[in-house]
Nanobody, 121 residues
Framework: QVQLVESGGGLVQAGGSLRLSCAAS????????MGWFRQAPGKEREFVGA??YYSDSVKGRFTISRDNAKNTVYLQMNSLKPEDTAVYYC????????????????????WGQGTQVTVSS
């Protein structure tokens, strides 16, 4: 069982930056494949990135990193745009994922509660 808690969301102007954190419980964090998703009002949950894979909409602007010693995965978001406004979720999967499967929310076993990111124009 893994519990995930996101933090770091907030309100930022377009062009600004935010760093989201996802803290995980448990001593086997390093074994989990970690991903980030987001969901805007009225839209489906959208893949952001995972373990070197990024969606085209964020590639070059967002970077995922992890610190296994701190049981934490990060999402550094630069050059933010109003269309990045959404609730951001981290997710953990018990098995490694390919580029195709990493994008599917159903492939993940555990989810955080989400953190709101709002980008003003």
């Amino acid at each position: 069982q893994v519990q995930l808690v996101e933090s770091g969301g907030g309100l930022v102007q377009a062009g600004g930056s935010l760093r989201l954190s996802c803290a995980a419980s448990g001593r086997t964090f390093s074994r989990y494949f970690m991903g980030w998703f987001r969901q805007a009002p009225g839209k489906e949950r959208e893949f952001v990135g995972a373990s070197g894979y990024y969606s085209d909409s964020v590639k070059g602007r967002f970077t995922i990193s992890r610190d296994n010693a701190k049981n934490t995965v990060y999402l550094q978001m630069n050059s933010l745009k109003p269309e990045d406004t959404a609730v951001y979720y981290c997710a953990a999967a018990g098995r490694p994922k390919s580029w195709v499967t990493a994008r599917n929310p159903a492939e993940y076993d555990y989810w955080g509660q989400g953190t709101q990111v709002t980008v003003s124009s």
